[in-house]
């Protein structure tokens, strides 16, 4: 006869539920017969699983109306277009940032340029290449 306890119930469990989507050699089909035979409970969960499965299957699916897929992105396209505050205060913050970069850039350009032009100090060598002169004598030349 079959072992009792815990291993042989959901060794049947698994046999029951698998007869309901698979087909089951001969051995298992008398197996599961066996215990349907000697047990209630079994028989009273084959009962709930059919009434359920069948429940699922009458039970109509539900289904999107037509044209769904194009209401949806509809939907989306017009959040796009609508901006919160955080996002104007960020596109703002952007456009300011990008004109102080360019003027900064073109008046770093120009002390460069008015330095070079400016001033014989430094000979075209001593730029190039280390030269004698110290730190301190570098610091002490006028900017303008």
């Not at 009962?47 to 989306?76: C, D, H, T, Y």
Request: hydrophobic share 40%; glycine share 4%; charged share 30%.
């Amino acid at each position: 006869m079959y072992p009792k306890g815990k291993d042989m119930d959901k060794k049947i469990l698994k046999l029951l539920y698998r007869s309901f989507d698979d087909k089951l050699n001969p051995e298992e089909t008398e197996r599961l017969d066996r215990a349907l035979k000697e047990s209630e409970a079994l028989r009273k969960e084959k009962e709930q699983i059919f009434a359920q499965r069948n429940a699922l299957a009458e039970s109509s699916s539900p289904s999107f109306k037509p044209f769904f897929p194009e209401r949806v992105m509809g939907r989306i396209e017009s959040l796009q277009d609508k901006k919160n505050g955080f996002e104007s205060f960020y596109e703002t913050l952007l456009l300011i940032f990008r004109r102080f970069a360019i003027v900064g850039a073109a008046i770093l350009l120009l002390l460069f340029i008015y330095n070079l032009q400016s001033g014989d100090i430094l000979s075209s060598e001593e730029i190039m290449f280390a030269s004698d002169i110290t730190f301190e004598e570098i610091l002490d030349l006028p900017l303008f």
